[in-house]
């Protein structure tokens, strides 16, 4: 095959809106629905396909900035097109939003490849692991006792032994129900689970160091975004405060941020979507490995488990209850929870994902 074969000669995007059963809610913000901008790029007779959580604009600065720089790129050179589209985007930013953009693009370029060289994408990567563990998340503030107790149920029911909830609840200022629902989380989930608590950034330093003396007496071995994880001066005094780990990283966008975060963290959280896909998520798992620190996959389960099958690193990945119930409904392959861990494929080329035919229903018209 020539070289000219391997060349991609089509982008194209579409934004998917996935409606939540009820309202939902952590400590700092409230949703009704998730939105996925998909990528599929083409070379010979191979498409790759990736997405990302974002804004419906991220289909915007894809198709307005990247689709031309990765159009008539090598299949191949996934480094290159990478850098070629941070560059592009320097005028308009390159962290939140583009770079949501560029972690679709780079996740479908990475499919792609896997299927011209016709090998699983954690192969290709350098499969270290064939399961990865998962842990249960959601947990939201918005819910009744009674659903917390029914989403427990279900996490057991996956095999989590681990599990997170929200708490922050109206930017901190429901302390006593915030403390209230961990004892219920203990209650519902046993003496042996490992609790988690997610606070999105929504206490203040003092705060969270109250707080997190209550979370270190009941047992919760994780707090997450305690505070703003741009606070790292804030991350700092309670990592040398408190017993339970210190997390923080779903919304670092690129090695800058990761690296800012290494000193702060007890666990460097990375999301695929937010990252710069699969490029930036080896990048910063390295990073970390360098600072003996373990990774946690943010969210999106069914894009993290080729990649996180190839990090030695690797604490866990987020099986979070929108994504889990939405990446079915927009593609066919997504793997499934046994005995608390996701199999990583190795049966076909790629991620093993395709856009799921019945998905157009949740097709946003642009």
Known sequence: MTADAHRIHRVATAVYRFPTERPEADGTLEWDATVAVTVHVEAGDQMGFGWTYSSPAAADV????????????????IAGSWERMHRVCRNIGTRGLVMQAISA?????WDLKAKLVDMPLSGLFG?????????????????????LQQQVGWWQAA???????????AWGTEELRDLARVGQLREFAGPDAALMVDANGGYTVGQARRIGAELDELGVIWFEEPVSSDDTEGLQTLRRALRCDVAA?????????????????DCLQLDVTRCGGY?????????AQSRNLQVSAHCAPALHTPVAAAVPNL??????????????????????????????????????MTLQPDSQRYLVSR
């Open 127 to 147: 499969q270290c692991r064939t399961e990865v563990p998962i842990y249960g998340s959601g947990g939201f503030t918005s819910m009744t006792d009674d659903e």
């Open 315 to 352: 604490r866990h990945v987020e099986w979070f209850v929108d994504h889990v119930r939405l990446e079915p409904l927009l593609a066919s392959g997504t793997p499934e929870p046994a005995d608390g861990v996701l199999r990583a494929q190795d049966s076909e080329p790629g991620h093993g």
């Open 249 to 265: 990283g779903e919304y670092a966008s690129d090695l800058y941020a990761v690296a800012a975060l290494l000193p702060v963290v």
């Open 279 to 287: 490029t930036g998520w080896l990048r910063g798992a390295a990073l």
């Open 62 to 77: 894809i198709d307005h900035h990247l689709a031309d720089v990765v159009r008539g790129a090598l299949a191949h050179d």
């Open 105 to 109: 693009v780079d996740i479908a370029m």
């Open 159 to 169: 095999g989590c032994t681990a599990m997170k909830i929200k708490i922050g609840q």
